[in-house]
């Protein structure tokens, strides 16, 4: 069934902003179950040193998914279910779902984890109630479905409490480790001294899911005011902070204590070293920490899954679609987290804790990794697929963080069971077989080219089944080059707009009978080509004979197409002279009445060298505006204008109209995440004086054009002529509308 990304409700009820939405359940999440429970247990088997290498480098991992994770949601709107939203809407349906159900795994996994966590707490300072351990856990379970259920306003509202307890409980822990610091258990405790059966990646293992909360305020993405800005600055907080706390433990816990303590008392050591005798502190500390971070996954887990069923790609999911009239609260997910709660349960939860707890820790890293690993592949994508709507509001991402960000975690599972690594790996390829449901081709012949050819026909084939969308438009630029040795410049503008982002055809049209111009065709051909190897490499040619170019044209346009991909743009060079005037305006109306965006280029004089080159953009609105800001952001991507100025130029009467017009551009400008200068020009002189005044030393300068009736053609030429006498290239722009500035 295709996608429905439009199926999600835009709005719910919850409108929270960076701290309340992303940093604090983020940071609960972060500073939970295994800072009180484990970390003093991987500290005394790994080492000091070894043990900070393996926050390093699970810090490093989720700092550089966070990075991924910015990058993705200041350039799209970002609605319910957190990364599997990011995911599934950069990579597709097939690769979104298989991580998304992973992802929806992991988050309800954790919800009996933070529990068994909890409960062994209990146990350990009440030692009465051990033989009801696994009773206690299921209470616990039962009671934590009851509270998510009523929502998640209280549950917000809420942290703030518990973090300022928990706060406190650090800094009680963290002081009484400073009071008992020994420089002889820190030197002892310095180095690894692994027990039977642990090494260093079984210890990363089990330290990992210290990191994962990050994912706890990414999947309330739909519940957030604004979460292109909350995402990104609430995620990498959360992470600096919480990577700057854990340091601070390793160091001094290691100090604290010998190292057969740190191992087998983990959690006691914090709460009998307590600063002033207050381990009270620390016990308050460490339940609120695994219930609240138990409530994070309650919250998180179901959202995950009714924003995937709400997709609409796997049948079985289609029920968790539903949400509540007030809040839009995913209450038939939120039951099935709580079934696959009590199933962990039951099977971890009946040994009293210790073990159970080691082995679902392993599991939730093992499915975390690979969700990280999927999200930085996501962004890598992203950048890669050249999409001009991929203009992020966070200005820090890069591939390169992506690629190494994704690669790590694909490293590390592998690290830590290579079998555990590659069954989880088999699932979600699974998922992603199940729902694509791709079938083998052979190809015979050159295997490369085949590949090539049956891939490409299976992508034209999906992409005619695609409806189109403004965020996916690509310049597919259609240019009547004639002998493109005499119009380079011409060529060269394509190359520009064109070449990275889109798909660029050169057309020469011969005019003559076919039977006489059939074999002159295929010379034109080969030139054509020897052009495009050494000149314009990735540009398609064609050359067409036609009978009668002025009659024919309106076929051409019609009919050109590779495949479902039909050229957007239409792109003509300026008569040379008078003789033709009226034809050259019938064939610009002929482009625009078939519904094709129509660019103009006008050869200019070249200014002298300067530091940086500059583009001129003269505003007048967003119906031509969109396009032609587009097309100067794709210019300004090349080498050859790297570094170039985008000016936008927008002229009023009065000085009382320039501070709305010169805000609203601004506006524009933020909403559209293209970087450019703002000129007002307040004057009443006549278009052709201003224009000079302001843009005579431009490299080039982008004018909007109108469709241009048979009754003022000639003057209009004429006019232009006169007007652009002397001045830098310049490119006129007439826009269907079909590219959103805004998208």
């Known amino acids: 069934m295709p996608v429905n990304p439009d199926a999600t409700p835009e709005k719910t009820e919850n409108q929270f902003g960076t701290f309340g939405g992303v940093f604090t359940p983020s ?46 949601s200041s350039n799209t709107p970002v609605k319910g279910g957190g990364a599997y ?45 051990a033989p009801y351990y696994f009773w206690i856990c299921l209470a616990v379970l039962c009671m934590l479905f009851g509270l998510v259920w009523t929502g998640a306003g209280w549950v917000i509202k809420l942290q703030y409490a518990i973090l300022a307890v928990l706060l406190s409980s650090i800094a009680v822990f963290l002081l009484g480790a400073v009071r008992q610091f020994e420089p002889a258990h820190f030197h002892s405790n310095l180095f690894a ?24 305020g990414v999947n309330m993405s739909g519940d957030l005011k604004d979460p292109a800005k909350s995402i990104p600055a609430g995620t990498l907080l959360a992470v600096g902070v919480g990577f700057l706390v854990y340091a601070l433990q390793i160091f001094l816990c290691g100090g604290m204590a010998s190292r057969e303590e740190l191992i087998q008392t983990p959690y006691l050591l914090l709460v009998s070293n307590a600063l002033f005798g207050m381990g009270w502190l620390v016990t308050a500390g460490v339940f609120l920490a695994t219930i609240s971070s138990a409530i994070g996954s309650d919250l998180g887990a179901p959202r995950v899954l009714q924003a995937l069923a709400r997709d609409r790609v796997l049948r079985v999911t289609n029920p968790f679609a539903k949400g509540t009239v007030k809040g839009d609260e995913p209450r038939r997910a939120l039951v099935l987290t709580f079934l696959i709660g009590i199933g962990t349960v039951l099977i971890f939860g009946r040994g009293g804790g210790g073990g159970g707890l080691n082995i679902v820790a392993s599991v939730v890293s093992m499915i975390f990794l690979y969700t990280y690993g999927m999200t930085n592949l996501a962004a890598f994508v992203e950048h890669f697929s050249l999409n001009p709507s991929f203009r992020p509001r966070f200005r820090f991402f890069h591939w390169g963080t992506a690629l190494i960000g994704g690669l790590a975690c694909i490293w590390v599972a592998f690290m830590i069971s290579a079998g555990a690594a590659l069954i ?63 119009r380079g410049p011409l060529v060269q503008l394509a190359k520009w707009l064109g070449l990275r982002s889109g798909i660029i055809s050169l057309l020469n049209i011969v005019q003559g009978e076919k039977e006489t111009m059939a074999r002159e065709r295929d010379k034109m051909a080969e030139q054509l080509e020897a052009f495009r190897d050494s000149e314009a490499p990735g540009i398609f040619t064609e050359v067409v004979i036609v009978e009668n170019f002025d009659r024919d044209l309106n076929i051409i346009l019609q009919s050109y197409s590779i495949g479902p991909i039909k050229p957007n743009l239409v792109l003509f ?33 070249t200014v002298k060298r300067r530091e940086k080159k500059r583009i001129d953009i003269y505003w007048r ?23 170039a100025r985008l000016r936008l130029l927008r002229e009023v009467e009065t000085g009382k109209e320039a501070p709305p017009a010169k805000a609203e551009i601004l506006a524009m400008l933020r909403e559209a995440r293209i970087k450019a200068d703002i000129m007002v020009l307040v004057s009443n002189d006549p278009f052709p004086k201003l224009l000079r005044d302001n843009s005579s030393d431009a490299d080039m300068v982008i004018l909007g054009l109108n469709r241009i009736a048979e009754n003022v053609q000639n003057a209009y030429f004429a006019n232009m002529e006169k007007q652009l006498e002397g001045m830098p290239p310049t490119l006129l722009v007439y826009s269907t509308g079909e590219a959103d500035l805004l998208c």
Request: aromatic share 12%.
């Open 424 to 486: 989880t790996l088999l699932f979600i390829g699974g998922v992603f077989a199940a729902v694509r449901k791709r079938k083998l081709t052979e190809a015979f012949g050159d295997a490369g080219r085949g590949f090539v050819y049956t891939s490409l026909s299976r992508s034209l084939k999906r992409l005619a089944a695609m409806p189109a969308h403004p965020k996916n438009w690509r310049p597919t630029i259609l240019v009547f080059s004639g002998n493109p040795h005499a």
């Open 621 to 643: 609105g967003q119906a031509n505006g969109s396009l032609m800001l587009i097309l100067g952001h794709l210019l300004v991507l090349n080498p050859e204008w790297a570094d």
């Open 573 to 605: 060079g300026w008569p040379r002279g008078t003789r033709r005037i009226e034809l050259y305006f019938d064939h610009l109306r002929t482009v625009i009445d078939l519904g094709k965006s129509l660019l103009v280029y006008i050869p200019g004089q």
């Open 85 to 129: 939203f990011l995911i599934s809407r950069v990579l597709g349906p097939a690769f979104g779902t298989a991580i998304g159900i992973a992802l929806y795994l992991a988050q309800a996994i954790s919800v009996p984890f933070y529990i068994l966590g909890f409960v062994e707490a209990l146990t350990q300072t009440f030692p009465s109630l």
């Open 193 to 216: 001294s692994y027990p039977e059966g642990r090494n260093l990646w079984s210890m990363f293992a089990l330290y990992f899911p210290a990191v994962t909360g990050i994912m706890a």
């Open 27 to 72: 940071i609960l999440t972060i500073f939970g179950l295994i800072m009180f429970m484990r970390a003093n247990q991987v500290i005394g088997a790994a080492g000091i040193l070894p043990t900070f290498f393996i926050l390093s480098l699970s810090s490093g991992i989720t700092f550089l998914t966070g990075l991924s994770i910015a990058g993705i």
